[in-house]
């Protein structure tokens, strides 16, 4: 048995190595992964009988249709946030900022960082962080800010983001069985510390750096058609938010109600093919995300295979912390294991642990606020982020340095969330 486990953590520790340096992604580590402990651990190829746990049948084809909520949410959300590019809403709140800004380089930093917080909270993806990083990082520059301040205002903002958007919430539903009212519940407690701390980052540096240099100009916003974009219009992409945290409502239908409510406000001059190409398009910006979630729900259906976790579960319960002083610890010194597709990554192997930690004792609603907490590290920090690859390249920005100097504060950010957390959980 001891054997076992620990050739199955040597696998682990192998793929995240492979990971890390980025010698295999992880689309394909873990789906093999996934298959390699299940041999290790005995697990059948196939069986005749319905109820026994196979590779085959519970592992990949189970296993890829586990997390079909989660990608269901996902394509809604990528469908909306294209329909908020294509009616114009996103360069007018972008524009309307500006405006707003004038030559203030603090300012401006600020506004940027607050309005590109609330598009992404309305979607997010790759696509959304070049959309609105083309936008907003040129002006920061001509400002006065620096590239790394101009870095960090998008990847911040892409941190806050993720946490308000519903359509990753689902993930955490799948995976831990909770509700969506559950995790609204908790949503703040790891907000609040990030937007703080991260509005600190932002100042900090500023000053570290100096003020600006002159002022700038932009064009007025129109829809993808040429069509102004009415003021009132700009509070769609607020309503799916709205709808899940005020009225309990689903992810699903939140995003479709908002969708709508966009297309209503906005009215583009073809409103069914804004819909239509919307969603094509969507789906295209999150292909890797779709075939990433079904990597980790064959991961997750592999560790809680019976014989799996029988290798498994001894060895996180010796390392499962039974105390709010230990669950504060824990999370906070081992939160840098979100990076790199870690341990504590939730798109990568942290899904698959969560999932032990509640087999092993640990809460659902415990487990999940720590990973919706350590995930403020990977959102701003991790140098495997496509969103930070990107930016660091636009901005011609060191991806190290901005890791260097985005760590300290995320690890003071998930300090501050498991500190609050600690108390409603235990």
């Known amino acids: ?185 908790y949503t703040m407690v790891a907000a609040l510390p990030l937007i703080v701390l991260s509005l600190a980052m932002i100042v900090f540096y500023i000053r570290k750096d100096g003020k600006g240099r002159r002022a700038w100009a932009m064009p007025a916003a129109t829809g993808g058609d040429g069509k102004k974009v009415p003021t009132y219009a700009l509070i769609s992409p607020l309503v799916p938010v709205i709808l899940v945290f005020a009225f309990k409502i689903d992810i699903v239908p939140a995003v479709i109600i908002g969708a709508l409510v966009t297309i209503l406000l906005a009215w583009p001059k073809r409103p069914i093919h804004v819909l239509s190409s919307a969603l094509i398009e969507g789906i295209q910006d999150v292909a890797g995300a779709m075939a990433l979630m079904i990597g980790i729900g064959i991961l997750l259906n592999s560790v809680m295979a019976p014989q799996v976790s029988a290798l498994i579960s001894p060895l996180i319960e010796a390392v499962l912390p039974g105390n709010p002083i230990m669950y504060i610890l824990f999370f906070t010194i081992l939160s840098p294991l979100a990076i790199y597709r870690g341990p504590l990554n939730v798109w990568g192997l942290g899904s698959g642990i969560a999932a032990l930690f509640v087999t092993a004792g640990m809460t659902p609603v415990a487990a999940m606020l720590a990973l919706r907490v350590v995930s403020n590290v990977q959102a701003v920090s991790d140098p495997t982020n496509s969103h930070n690859v990107w930016v660091s390249d636009f901005t011609k920005t060191d991806i190290n340095e901005i890791l260097k100097k985005t760590l300290p504060w995320m690890m003071v950010a998930v300090l501050i969330s498991m500190v609050i957390g600690a108390f409603m959980v235990f």
């Open 1 to 185: 048995m001891w054997v076992q486990a620990i050739g199955i953590l040597i696998v682990f520790l192998v793929f995240v190595g492979l990971m890390m340096t980025r010698k295999i992604p992880a689309i394909l580590a873990l789906p093999l992964m996934a298959i390699l402990f299940a041999i290790i651990a005995g697990v059948p190829w196939n069986s005749n009988n319905p109820d026994t746990t196979s590779i085959a049948k519970t592992i990949l084809a189970s296993g890829s249709m586990r997390l079909s909520g989660a990608i269901a949410g996902l394509v809604f959300g990528a469908w909306f946030g294209q329909i908020l590019n294509k009616v114009g809403i996103t360069k007018s709140i972008i524009r309307k900022a500006a405006e707003l800004a004038g030559d203030k380089p603090m300012l401006i930093a600020i506004l940027f960082f607050v309005t590109a917080s609330i598009i992404f909270s309305a979607a997010g993806g790759l696509g959304m962080v070049i959309l609105v990083g083309t936008i907003v990082i040129p002006i920061m520059l001509t400002a006065g800010i620096s590239q790394f301040v101009a870095s960090i205002v998008v990847l911040s903002a892409v941190g806050v983001g993720a946490l308000f958007n519903v359509s990753n919430w689902a993930v955490y539903v799948d995976v831990l069985g909770l509700s969506v009212e559950q995790i609204a519940d």
